[in-house]
């Protein structure tokens, strides 16, 4: 169950006490966190050189042992020191069991950090998601919405609208979810219904409210959207003249038949069958699903834009300057870091990719004038909060439906820059760019196509990709409606569009480069679709004087059929 040789820790204090105890926490600091925490999925800071472990800031939560007596589980900010870069801060709750007592609670032989000596009694110290007393502590503060006074602030417990009022007082089941993910997932079952919350701890904490609990609280609260899973609650460490800081978030559970990424998958499966005979088919029912998800998408946004809900914190914005200029920095910066990549790795690239490469970097000059474009083009669209990282995995097929998940924004983001308000073109650029992949990845994967030009292969992909885009972008602005304060006109829905799917095709660049090259053509055929877009925009613009030459695009034609 655990390992009997290793590093024990003996204190003459009881564990409730531990608090007082600093050679005891001095000995977690130094000889029990650093193998324990790197060795959990969660730890972001695995690859970099780490200089320490403090324990930075220490919560209690109480649970009942039995009818007469308390135990304490501890709620440790771990704070990690390297030798480059911010520091990070860790949520690690743990519990203490001990394992000589006859009704000693089961432990899953997992999360264990030590065996233990505290005054005298011997056990296990745990990561507390293990312990069914700790889970059921966290459900019972979660319901009855607790606030915990604390050395440093409080523990405040929010109750959601997802959670059922007669579930308030009933005793439920929980279980850890066996997921390795940059969170921990806990399950509570009610009786004669089954699993029905899913609680999730915030392992990387951040110093203000996590964006996942914004939106979904918003939308469970304040708005009719009932395709997410509903917010049912949440955990919150507030401290006075500091922003408040998420330690977990609970939703009810829903029905998951797999991922939309998945299902597209599955039917892209006729279609990539059918290719090597020269016959192009889609079902029609794919037309179907790929239209509710452009009407789901439109909703969202509509519940997101909310102008009646009063909060200021999602309330719509223009396009302001300091906008556009964070915009175009990061884009910039971007740019020029995957034009080096390009450069660094040409000559490792197919001849298709190297083509597209090639024409991509011909064509800086006008991205540049596009980026110019952005910076000064009266814009009368307004900016919303929205997904921030919108996909085809973010999306759940539940029967004839969808649930929208994970609205915790770009993982390489900061938490302020996830909050920042966009146009809701953005979610959508990221959904089309997901599409376009999940049918160029299953044409250039597959043994079925192995045989086939690439060339061809890129043609074919291509229809069923416009296809399918216009299918869902039609559902979409049907859906929004016009004319809507969130998009002036077609002009600059279309001018919007563009930014977000460059912007998002480049970021992908980087990423292939390094660890997918022969998927490398993906993304640069998305930044040549935006490309030639930018240049019919050029050349229908009478009043435009620019003297940069047109594309290369002869460097992409390939032999006829």
Request: glycine share 6%; hydrophobic share 40%.
């Amino acid at each position: 169950m655990f390992d009997s040789t290793a590093t024990n820790l003996t204190s003459p204090h009881a564990w409730s006490n531990l608090i007082r105890d600093q050679d005891a926490i001095r000995f977690l600091e130094t000889a029990i966190l650093p193998p324990y925490v790197n060795s959990c999925r969660w730890f972001a800071g695995k690859a970099r050189q780490q200089e320490g472990f403090r324990i930075r800031f220490i919560h209690e939560i109480a649970f009942q042992t039995d009818a007469f007596s308390l135990e304490k589980a501890f709620l440790l900010i771990v704070e990690v020191g390297y030798a480059d870069g911010e520091t990070e801060r860790y949520l690690l709750p743990l519990s203490f069991v001990e394992v000589d007592q006859p009704d000693a609670p089961a432990i899953v032989p997992k999360g264990i950090l030590t065996i233990a000596v505290f005054d005298k009694k011997r056990g296990l110290v745990v990561d507390a998601i293990y312990d069914e007393r700790f889970r059921q502590a966290l459900y019972g503060n979660l319901v009855n919405q607790k606030t915990l006074t604390q050395k440093d602030g409080q523990l405040t417990f929010h109750r959601g609208k997802g959670l059922a009022i007669e579930d308030v007082s009933v005793l439920v089941t929980s279980r850890v979810l066996p997921v390795d993910s940059s969170n921990s997932a806990l399950v509570f079952g009610v009786p004669a219904q089954g699993e029905k919350y899913f609680l999730k701890l915030y392992r990387k904490l951040f110093q203000e409210t996590n964006p996942e609990v914004d939106l979904v609280s918003f939308l469970t609260e304040k708005s009719n959207f009932a395709h997410i899973p509903a917010y049912a609650g949440s955990m919150i460490w507030e401290q006075e003249g500091v922003p408040d800081i998420t330690l977990g978030m609970m939703q009810r559970m829903v029905e998951n038949q797999q991922d939309s990424w998945n299902q597209t998958g599955d039917y892209l499966n006729d279609f990539l069958y059918a290719v090597p005979h020269r016959l192009f088919t889609i079902r029609e029912d794919v037309f179907d699903r790929v239209e509710l998800l452009g009407r789901r998408t439109g909703q969202m946004h509509l519940a997101l834009y909310g102008p009646e809900s009063g909060d200021p914190a999602f309330a719509a914005e223009p396009f302001t300057d300091d906008y556009r200029e964070f915009i175009i920095r990061r884009f910039e910066s971007l740019l020029e870091r995957r034009y080096n990549l390009l450069i660094d790795n040409y000559t490792k690239l197919d001849p298709l990719a190297q083509s597209l490469a090639w024409v991509f970097m011909e064509a800086k000059e006008m991205i540049d004038e596009f980026v110019d474009d952005f910076r000064t083009r009266p814009l009368d669209s307004l900016r919303i909060r929205i997904h921030g990282d919108y996909h085809l995995g973010q999306v759940l097929a539940t029967g004839n439906d969808f649930i929208i998940i994970d609205f915790e924004g770009e993982p390489e983001s900061s938490i302020s820059e996830r909050k920042i308000k966009h146009s809701p073109l953005k979610d959508v650029a990221g959904m089309i760019r997901s599409y376009h992949y999940a049918v160029s990845a299953k044409l250039f994967g597959s043994t079925e196509t192995a045989g086939i030009e690439p060339d061809h292969l890129q043609r074919v992909s291509e229809r069923w990709f416009k296809l399918i885009r216009d299918t869902y972008m039609d559902a979409y602005l049907d859906t929004i409606g016009s004319p809507h304060p969130l998009f002036k006109n077609s002009n600059e829905v279309n001018f919007l569009l563009l930014v977000y799917l460059l912007e998002k095709a480049v970021y992908e660049l980087g990423y292939e480069i390094s660890y997918r090259p022969a998927w490398v053509k993906i993304p640069l055929k998305g930044i040549m679709d935006v490309i030639r877009e930018i240049e019919k925009i050029r050349i229908a613009d009478p009043s435009r004087n620019s003297e940069l030459p047109l594309l290369q695009m002869g460097l992409l034609q390939t032999k006829k059929e």
